[in-house]
């Protein structure tokens, strides 16, 4: 990538973030509800009308949209997304504390999804339209079908109410906590990268390129592992990012079924609060996960395919 398109992408990403964190602002602000109220409410005071007014002016509500819009900007620059109006604390540290628990939530999810999609997908693509294939095929369209809160719930129930083996609120801690939210967000996955799998393995197994590797006497098992996997990964590298930037997020579904403390579910607590610097920052480091992520994408598709290095150039 030139240098020409590396400010290029790097000022859509400012243009971006710009437009989101309007929107965002926008939205918060038009929602309904008072966050001062809110917030005395949760903290057991009597929201007076003196108190509201007082509440409000020490936020900077009782500013334009377009003038605290502007100061919240600044601060943004300046590294500062505000303090969080319902737990006092500021809102980068706040969701710094909840990342970790997101973290491993979404590394032990994509490594569960790996280990069955992979070898699922290649499965069903050698032995195309055999049992093998119809099987997974089958089981992948189950996948896809049933929503995760449904599957969050059915191994909630078997794991932790007739087994006993966890514990119904989690603690974020330990292999124990982490193995069922984990299964429920690979569950989905799995189908789901099955199928594509499957068929980049297929568009490359009707390649001329293997035909010749079998005419040269190559085995079967060799020509998968050595040329089409390597090709067939490609394709999936944009899914891998997509879905990396959406387990970052946090998924606050399944985060609230085994109350994992996550970004997803601070969120969901945010939004509830009306506590408008915590959905913003929120918002704000959705879109950048997502952004980044996509440019590392691009990046390593220059890398990873030859072809595209002398077209960047």
């Known amino acids: 990538m030139s240098k020409k398109d590396f400010l290029g992408r790097l000022l859509q990403m400012v243009l971006v973030l710009l437009g989101v964190s309007f929107i965002a602002f926008s939205l918060m ?4 509800g008072d ?6 409410k949760s903290g057991g005071q009597v929201a007076s009308p003196e108190l509201l007014a007082a509440t409000r002016a020490e936020l900077g509500l009782d500013r334009p949209f377009l003038a605290q819009y502007g100061a919240w900007l600044f601060d943004v620059f300046r590294g500062d997304l505000g303090i969080s109006y319902s737990s006092k604390q500021p809102v980068a540290t706040r969701m ?3 990342f970790p628990a997101t973290l491993k939530l979404t590394l032990a999810s994509l490594v569960m999804m790996l280990c069955v999609a992979v070898p699922a997908g290649v499965v069903a693509a050698v032995y195309h339209d055999r049992w093998p294939d119809y099987l997974i095929r ?3 369209f189950l996948g896809v079908s049933v929503p995760n809160f449904w599957v969050g719930l059915m191994l909630l129930s078997f794991f932790a109410l007739k087994l006993m083996m966890v514990s119904v609120v989690s603690t974020g801690q330990g292999l124990r906590d982490l193995f069922l ?3 429920t ?3 989905a996955m799995s189908a789901k990268y099955t199928r594509q ?19 040269r006497g190559e085995s079967r098992l060799v020509i998968l592992c050595r040329e089409v996997l390597p090709n067939a990964v490609l394709p999936l590298i944009t899914l891998l990012g997509l879905s990396l930037g959406s387990l970052l997020g946090g998924t606050a579904v399944v985060e609230i079924i085994f109350s994992w403390p996550g970004l997803g579910n601070l969120a969901v607590q945010a939004i509830s609060a009306r506590d408008y610097p915590m959905v913003q920052g929120y918002v704000l480091w959705i879109s950048l996960v997502y952004m980044v992520i996509n440019f590392a ?3 390593s598709y220059n890398y990873l395919d030859p072809r595209l290095r002398g077209v960047s150039r």
């Open 138 to 140: 089958s089981l992948t």
């Open 297 to 299: 994408v691009d990046v």
């Open 35 to 40: 966050p001062a109220e809110a917030m005395l």
């Open 181 to 183: 939210p984990a299964l």
């Open 29 to 32: 602000h038009l929602s309904p």
């Open 96 to 98: 710094m504390d909840f």
């Open 185 to 187: 967000l690979a569950f």
């Open 197 to 215: 799998v499957r068929t980049a393995v297929l568009e490359e197994l009707n390649q001329d390129y293997v035909l010749g590797a079998e005419v």
